[in-house]
């Protein structure tokens, strides 16, 4: 291989290795894939790198330090300035989902340990993990599907606020306007569930057995008194949810 520069500093594979902390394996790797080609070679086909080297190098590292793949970085050093900026802005988008993805995992953990520190036992632990699980998973479904209502929160907060106005009043759970608002939620799940069994009656254990601190502005005491509005209604329409 031809030499790239002039420049008089070389650094052996070994030397570059020890100087960044990657392994000559890895520098291998690099050249491989056409990331980094070392500028020149010895007499007895030793790599040599210069400078401009180290610099694309150290401008590796750091780009590898912000999650991007080694593709990514190929093309965000080999092509123009616009395909930098959409390469930065596509793993934006990435860094985005899965940070929405770890709130997401965040709750249901901080969900399951606090039912976890209740004395229940070990079988209902897990079947209240698997239960949020399961919603988790069809929430996500929506959400990929666009099915996913941006104004669902408000909708059920809107259901909420009706049915604590019935608590507060001290009407019994039974009576028509708590019964009203059950009937109005109970399609709400069975939209969410989109019919299926399992994911309404994963649904209607964690509002029994572990219904959140705050969702949409449900309490669980709130949650209690829909539980029993909802019992209150005809086998023929309720659903277990």
Not at 45 to 61: G, H, K
Not at 207 to 229: D, T, V
């Amino acid at each position: 291989m031809k030499e790239r520069a002039t420049n008089r500093r070389r650094w052996r594979i070994g030397e570059l290795a020890d100087a960044t902390g990657l392994t000559v394996r890895t520098l291998h790797h690099y050249e491989h894939i056409g990331l980094l080609a070392p500028a020149a070679r010895t007499e007895g086909r030793q790599r040599l790198y210069d400078e401009n080297d180290v610099r694309r190098l150290y401008r590796i590292l750091a780009l590898r330090d912000l999650g991007l793949s080694l593709a990514d970085i190929r093309r965000m050093l080999d092509d123009d300035r616009a395909a930098l900026a959409a390469v930065l802005r596509a793993h934006r988008a990435r860094v985005d989902a899965e940070l929405e993805r770890l709130g997401r995992l965040r709750t249901l953990l901080d969900h399951a340990c606090a039912h976890a520190d209740r004395d229940v036992e070990p079988d209902t632990v897990l079947a209240t993990i698997e239960a949020m699980s399961r919603v988790v998973r069809r929430g996500n479904a929506l959400r990929k599907k666009g099915k996913a209502s941006k104004d669902a929160e408000a909708r059920w907060r809107e259901l909420g606020d009706a049915l604590r106005a019935c608590m507060k009043a001290g009407e019994d759970p039974s009576a028509p306007r708590p019964r009203a608002v059950a009937r109005a939620a109970l399609a709400r799940i069975v939209e969410f569930a989109g019919g299926d069994r399992a994911t309404l009656e994963a649904l209607a254990h964690l509002r029994q057995l572990a219904p959140p601190k705050n969702l949409a502005g449900w309490s669980p005491a709130l949650m209690r008194y829909l539980n029993q509005a909802l019992a209150s209604l005809n086998t023929t329409e309720h659903e277990p949810c």
